[in-house]
């Protein structure tokens, strides 16, 4: 039987303004038809009744790790690997995005490709968790895994290894393709931090300086784009985002260190910024209480402003912005990354909510056809906020219901903590 979402004030993630009174009618999980309340006069259906607060699409995070574990610091499930453990936490970590209001995400960097069979796992015993692209374990250039141990990345050498590495990794399942395209040569990630505080702002980069080459990158990137896939890169100082970005990338991931002539390379080939502001901001705000080494603190305190102002500048040059929160630190939630738009970065509240919901399914490219607004041939994967986040950007904290596929799917409880914990291992 076909069902019917009634709604009083709707936003529908297109840009355009909030629509009042409408109705949705869903069959097969897919948006059938959307308009007023009286176009549905008579309908046969099941009626969901969400004619308090407003409703959003669902979001998404195009840019996490559900199966990371923290104990003993972030890559603690890369250097010693529980495999049990990672699954374990995987689901947990899909189920609270979900009462988060995240009902689509993309998974971009696991060991052993262990997103994958997390995704196989929810859908076999039909978790709670959003819909979920998987990237598996990412491509490295020679050199580029940290020790021997290093199990979230596999090296390559040459255009011919890396249209290769692709062409397997693809038929292993994954529904992109993430690149590791500059790295640290060592393993003491603390030590790289103190050599650059060491360093005037503009100096060169002490550290990460080995990289994919551009032949590498684009022969990846055609071998993926020829069936439909995306490709990420992991990148964070400039001359990497250039590569990148020169080499075909569908999305820069962290991006942290921009300058004009990456903002034009992203404006001439539509790819996608993915900030994971989150990250940074989490580290200034609960480093402390965290016992992180302090480096990693006054790191991110002294790049704060630059990050935000560089962000800014590439925003309102038109670079598309996407919501990643790269939560590989305990206790991070999704909720961080879309507020920060707005109150670090200077945002509206409606282009950070398209940055969570339209912006984040352009990233996911086939993956996220249907998802990310609400019309007609689109998942029914919706949010139902208690107040108006265009008033107020914060109220996408209060949730009442989140709904995928045509189905009430998630209720925050507070009792619980379902929906205000954040991301553990």
């Known amino acids: 039987m076909d069902t019917l979402i009634r709604t009083s004030t709707l936003i529908d993630g297109t840009g355009a303004p909030a629509r009042h009174g409408w109705s949705l009618l869903v069959r097969d999980g897919l948006i059938h038809q959307i308009g007023p309340d009286a176009d549905f006069a008579g309908a046969e259906a099941a009626v969901i009744d969400l004619t308090t607060g407003v409703i959003v699409p669902g979001f998404l995070d195009v840019h996490t790790h559900f199966c990371y574990i923290h104990e003993a610091g972030f890559q603690q499930s890369a250097q010693h690997p529980n495999r049990a453990a990672m699954l374990l936490a995987g689901a947990d970590n899909a189920a609270e995005w979900l009462h988060q209001g995240v009902t689509s995400t993309r998974l971009v960097g696991t060991p052993f490709d262990m997103d994958i069979e997390l995704r196989s796992v929810v859908r076999g015993e039909k978790l709670p968790a959003p819909r979920m692209a998987c990237a598996g374990r990412m491509m490295t250039m020679v050199g580029g895994r940290r020790n021997a141990w290093d199990f979230m990345k596999e090296e390559i050498n040459g255009a011919d290894e890396a249209r290769r590495w692709t062409r397997a990794h693809l038929g292993r399942g994954a529904d992109l393709v993430k690149l590791y395209c500059t790295t640290l040569l060592e393993e003491n990630v603390a030590d790289y931090l103190a050599r650059a505080l060491a360093l005037p702002d503009d100096a060169p980069d002490p550290g990460r300086w080995s990289s994919l080459t551009v032949e590498e990158i684009r022969a990846v990137c055609d071998e993926a784009h020829k069936v439909g896939r995306t490709v990420a890169a992991h990148v964070a100082p400039t001359f990497g985002i250039k590569l990148a970005l020169r080499g075909g990338v569908d999305t820069i991931e962290h991006g942290t260190v921009l300058d004009d002539e990456c903002i034009e390379l992203f404006l001439q080939t539509g790819a996608t910024l993915v900030p994971t502001l ?3 901001h ?11 080494p302090p480096v990693f603190t006054e790191f991110a305190r002294r790049r704060w402003d630059s990050q935000v102002s560089m962000l800014r500048r590439a925003a309102d040059a038109g670079v598309k912005i996407a919501t990643g929160t790269d939560a590989i630190i305990d206790g991070m939630q999704y909720y961080d990354e879309v507020e920060l738009l707005v109150d670090a970065v200077g945002l509206a509240p409606m282009d950070a909510l398209l940055a969570a919901t339209r912006n984040g399914a352009g990233a996911l490219g086939m993956a996220g056809e249907k998802a990310g607004t609400l019309e007609p041939g689109k998942f029914a994967d919706l949010v139902q906020l208690n107040g108006d986040p265009l008033a107020d950007i914060h109220h996408i904290r209060d949730i ?10 998630a209720v925050p409880d507070r009792a619980s903590g379902r929906g205000h914990r954040g991301h553990h291992g």
């Open 400 to 409: 009442m219901t989140v709904v995928q596929g045509g189905r009430v799917a």
């Open 282 to 292: 989490y580290q200034m705000t609960h480093g402390d209480a965290l016992g992180l």
């Open 278 to 280: 989150s990250v940074m």
